[in-house]
């Protein structure tokens, strides 16, 4: 059974983001004009995208405590494991990259990246996608295309914010199906 | 880690703003909560970030726990 993090990445950010392809799909014309706009809205599309990716990371790391917290029966010892967890984390303010996301779930004492690029070949590409859906967001919010720009072209299409799209898609359940594993693991109980 | 709803599917039964004590034992931590986190929690319970009140910004840090384990402050 999926994780509720899980549940809300595909049911309200999947919907926030199909409402960005909506107006995507709403920007009529051919000329000029509507290539501005489409280009606003992808670039929107791209930070929506790091930001709902990074809303689900984080639910899932403030999930993944509340189980293994659950297991420590003393409050005064359940407060601090569970300060400690979220210390400082870098989901709470940084970008959803994987060297923040391997950062937070690195607490749980597991090799996060190892873990998820072993589960699937398709992964180091997915994995690649991430970074370069990262990039763009910085790029976008800073107003600094350099670090993206392409043989001069700093246009994102919206076949590119697909692609992220996919990749997320896909690591959220990598990501909610590895983490689960690590959870029983630490608790000793069998994988559901 | 299972779940059958979305965070937005239920009344919120702690909201930002809110003055809490958490129980640990022989200590009261007073707190305000600074996030509804959503029903992310052990069984769908509600999660929140609280920050203590009584503290200087620059030595406290939020941190999540279960609404449940809260007390409201009349």
Known sequence: MPSRSLVTWRIDAARALDEIEGAHRAVGGTGRGRRFATQQINQAYAVLLSSQFQWFCRDLHSEAVDELAGAITIPMIRHVFRTQCVAGRKLDFGNPNPGNIGSDFGRFTMDFWPLVMNSDSRNPRRRASLEALNRWRNAIAHQDFKTVLTQGISELGLREVRQWRTACDAFAHEFDRVVAAHVDTILSRPSK | ?74
């Open chain 2, 1 to 74: 880690m299972a779940a059958k709803h979305a965070k937005s599917s239920r009344k919120a039964r702690m909201k930002v703003g809110d003055r809490v004590v958490l129980h640990l034992g022989p200590q009261d931590i007073f707190a305000e909560v600074v996030e509804d986190r959503g029903f992310i929690g052990v069984g769908g319970r509600q999660l929140v970030g609280i920050r203590r009140t009584g503290v200087s910004e620059e030595l406290t840090q939020s941190y999540e726990v279960p609404a449940e384990e809260l007390e409201l402050v009349k």
